[in-house]
């Protein structure tokens, strides 16, 4: 099995900064994109950003130019740097992976989630 653990949540005023980080734990041969999601009271599930084994990224139009998500060494940490934080930002961040397992397959993983709350 493989666990993704994030931290670095919290509450931070508008314009503030915050640094997510995501481990990814377990029996596994590689993970390969990772990513994380946000959900916000009452609404839909949006990806925030994603970034490939190759350090391809991708970013929702919302956070573009404010976020920034990047792997640490040994390709089992993801990173999401928040800046400029908005009160609209207020949501859990869950941290996603993709993960080729012993047996070959590939499977998705979810984080538990943090908390981020800007208050303005």
Do not use: H
């Not at 740097?81 to 859990?92: G, R, S």
């Not at 012993?102 to 709350?117: A, E, H, L, N």
């Amino acid at each position: 099995q493989v666990q993704l653990m994030e931290a670095g949540g919290g509450c931070v005023q508008a314009g503030g900064s915050l640094r997510l980080s995501c481990l990814a734990s377990g029996i596994y041969c590689s993970i390969n994109d990772m990513g994380w999601y946000r959900q916000a009271p009452g609404k839909e599930s949006e990806l925030v950003a994603t970034i490939t084994s190759s350090d391809f990224t991708t970013y929702a139009e919302s956070v573009q130019g404010r976020f920034t998500i990047s792997r640490g060494n040994g390709q089992n940490r993801v990173y999401l740097q928040l800046n400029n934080l908005k009160p609209e930002d207020t949501a859990v961040y869950y941290c996603t992976a993709e993960a080729t397992l012993p047996s070959g397959d590939d499977g998705d993983v979810w984080g538990q989630g943090t908390q981020v709350t800007v208050s303005s």
